[in-house]
């Protein structure tokens, strides 16, 4: 096998293999090592298997509720084995295919434990073996490992990070899930959705605090409306292990406070996954957990960039795949073109949730002065026809320029949705750019322009403001 190389990436995740196969088409003699599946952790243990598995939960939640549409289905059951196989289908083949992808391109793929040497040279480790390659550059993305809270019993047996949870054979009767950002809160809307007895605990004072509060508020009302018993601005104290499974002791708002569950699900985010990273004398940069970088995703190691979750605030796969276009683009001599300000985020619940750009609670903190458009959605066709969560549609553009500068959305599709709003963040365009556009009839997507509408208290579909007398 060749041992020199002009690109070696480490990590087969989003943004690694796209990094090298990016990096192949523009003829750079590029290799990919990682020591698990290629795909990473959103392939394998997050994004994907946590999509298939929202995807089978509202499937069976919609036949259960089929009656709403004069259709009758009796004895509706699932088979959790079954599902999980649906799930790892679905990871199977989209693992081929990146497989087919690297191969097809030209990318030399080797398995093993990577470790960056110095004078960028690169050590790979499969069970005794230990080979060492070269290259002019080098992209570490090596994504991220699930973070824990250091209280007290936090390593017993029956504690469960995001990834334990899809090991899991059968359904859990009862789970405490302690963070309520969007692993919490998707893990939530799953297993709620297949009978178990959710208990959702969230330190700070409403559940996925990055997100527009009013969509924060609305999420903590529909998940307990699943059944789901929701504590905000509540501490985990201490675990105990009881004989069916585990307590957890906690404080809400300064009363102490206990819940008992089969299993706990510790759902408090991930950090950069750097163990076993770099050799002996490799001395690099860092910005607390994460590896430090400049506006070019270079380390202070010339010739060595950290990509996603090793860099970046931002922990989402479609980032670290912007961001490793960019550098191979760089590389290579491509082009790109990619804003990588403007990066939407989502949540799969139902209603889904998506949001990009800043929030009127963050523009009233800037100071910035802007106009809001808001569409409930309860008036549109497509949402009434499907019996959709009721959910709303929130633009928020700059109150001098009109100029886009963000939007939340909350109702069925909102996760497609977003990227219209995306396109137009990205390209500095008005209320009335938008408005240019005509939306079909009846979609979802037609609520976009009732909301762009009621910017200036214009949407049709919207009762007017009584006017004070």
Do not use: W
Request: glycine share 10%; with cysteine.
């Amino acid at each position: 096998m060749e041992k020199t190389f002009d690109l070696i990436v480490i990590g087969a995740g989003p943004g690694g293999y796209v990094a090298a196969i990016q990096g192949a088409k523009l003829g750079l003699r590029t290799a990919i090592v990682e020591c698990k599946e290629v795909g990473g952790t959103c392939l394998n243990r997050g994004c994907i298997p946590t999509k298939a598995m929202l995807h089978g939960a509202n499937l069976y939640k919609e036949i259960k509720e089929a009656e709403r549409f004069g259709i009758f289905a009796e004895n509706v059951s699932f088979d959790y084995s079954k599902i999980m196989e649906y799930k790892e289908e679905t990871c199977f083949k989209l693992r081929e295919g990146i497989t087919s992808l690297l191969k097809a391109n030209g990318v030399t793929m080797i398995t093993g434990k990577a470790t960056l040497e110095k004078d960028k040279a690169v050590t790979v480790t499969q069970d005794d073996m230990v080979e060492t390659y070269q290259a002019k550059s080098i992209i570490l993305a090596t994504g991220a490992v699930p973070s824990k809270i250091p209280v007290k019993g936090s390593q017993i047996d029956g504690l469960l990070n995001s990834e334990d949870l899809f090991l899991l054979t059968d359904v859990p009767q009862s789970l405490v899930i302690v963070g309520g950002g969007v692993i919490g809160v998707e893990m939530a809307k799953v297993f709620s959705s297949f009978h178990t007895k959710i208990t959702l605990i969230e330190a700070a004072p409403r559940l996925i605090s990055k997100f527009d509060k009013e969509i924060a508020q609305s999420l903590k009302m529909t998940l307990k409306k699943q059944g789901v018993e929701v504590f905000t601005s509540s501490l985990l104290q201490s675990i105990e292990k009881e004989k069916e499974g585990l307590k957890c002791f906690f404080e809400e708002n300064g009363e102490n406070k206990e819940v008992s569950a089969q299993y706990v699900l510790f759902a408090v985010g991930r950090e950069p996954n750097t163990r076993g990273l770099f050799g002996e004398g490799v001395s690099i940069e860092m910005a607390g957990k994460k590896i430090a970088v400049d506006d070019g995703f270079e380390t202070s190691i010339k010739g060595v960039y950290a990509i996603g979750d090793l860099s970046s605030d931002i922990q989402l796969a479609h980032n670290a795949i912007a961001q490793g276009v960019r550098i191979a683009n760089r590389l290579g001599g491509g082009n790109s073109t990619e804003d990588l300000s403007v990066i939407p985020s989502c949540i799969y619940t139902n209603p889904e949730i998506a949001s990009v750009g800043i929030t009127e609670e963050e523009a009233k903190n800037g100071e910035i002065p802007v106009k809001v458009g808001k569409f409930i959605m309860s008036g549109n066709g497509k949402t009434l026809i499907s019996k959709d969560e009721r959910g709303f549609i929130k633009v928020i553009s700059h109150g001098e320029s009109g100029v886009i500068l963000g939007a939340q959305l909350m109702c069925a599709r909102a996760t497609d949705m977003v990227g219209e709003f995306t396109i137009a963040i990205t390209n500095k365009l008005t209320v009335n750019d938008m408005l240019k556009t005509v939306r079909p009839h009846p979609t979802y997507n037609e609520a976009i322009t009732e909301a762009l509408e009621e910017v200036e208290g214009q949407g049709i579909h919207v009762l007017p403001k009584r006017k004070r007398l």
